[in-house]
């Protein structure tokens, strides 16, 4: 099953992505971790992206379209992939599009989830991950259970993203308005849209993307 979790940043896509990944043996692939990623290897692709990215505006579509292209070719994406920020624009959309065609795979469906701007900013600017294993918490939502140790990797190093401050946030919730949220409509009138309510606890909204994906 090939997968798209769309929504604006701080909806849940990456933390629903991989607990459904977990669930269905499906790999998330996160267009903003591969970025991470070749920032801080320090590739040319990745220095440059940094830069994009620490202003909350986007990368540009022929190098992300490439990254998800050769991603999707690897074996462990043959069993299934949920896409998680990709496609961002109509465009990465209709590259992805004619990507899938060439590559005779099919989109399944595509899972947006709504929230509302103002939980955003709190949400994101108050969220931290495990250094070591990547499992995420948060300020306010979500301590680990023992004060500065990883609930799941027991590790005391925590990191947060250099784009999760307020400034950053509203730039980028504007950018995901202006270029992103026209893919709602670009995957309704495909038929491939299905919506969970993303304000709703993270266990009640991973049992509403089981439901939503029934007749996938
Ligand atoms: P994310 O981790 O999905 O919140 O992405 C972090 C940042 O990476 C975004 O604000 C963009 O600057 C960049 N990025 C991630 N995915 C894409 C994409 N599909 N198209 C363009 N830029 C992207």
């Known amino acids: 099953m090939n997968l798209i979790f769309l929504g604006p ?3 849940g ?5 991989k607990m459904l990944g977990d669930r269905r043996g499906l790999v998330q692939l996160s267009t903003g971790d591969m970025l991470r990623a070749a920032a801080a290897a320090g590739t040319e692709v990745g220095r440059k992206a940094k830069e ?3 202003r909350g505006e986007l990368v540009s579509d022929d190098v992300v379209v490439d990254i998800i292209s050769h991603r999707i070719d690897e074996p462990d994406c043959a069993d299934g992939f ?3 920020g990709f496609p961002r624009t109509v465009a990465q959309a209709e590259a992805l599009d004619r ?3 060439e590559k005779a795979k099919t989109l399944d469906a595509v899972v947006v989830m709504n929230v509302d701007d103002g939980r955003l900013v709190e949400r994101i600017t108050g969220r931290f991950t495990c250094a070591n294993c990547g499992e995420g918490y948060h300020d306010t939502a979500k301590r680990p259970a023992v004060e500065g140790v990883c609930d799941r990797c027991g590790s005391t190093e925590f ?3 250099a784009d999760d401050t307020e400034e950053t946030v509203r730039s980028r919730l ?4 202006a270029q992103t949220a026209p893919l709602v409509d670009y995957y309704k009138a495909r038929g491939k849209l ?3 309510d993303g304000m709703a606890g993270i266990e009640t909204v991973a049992e509403e993307i089981d439901e939503v994906l029934e007749n996938a």
């Open 52 to 54: 994009v990215m620490d």
């Open 159 to 161: 990191t947060r993203r």
């Open 99 to 101: 990507l899938l065609d």
């Open 9 to 11: 940043p701080g909806a």
């Open 194 to 196: 299905r919506a969970v």
């Open 82 to 84: 949920i896409l998680d």
């Open 174 to 177: 504007e950018t995901y308005h």
């Open 13 to 17: 896509k990456g933390t629903q992505a």
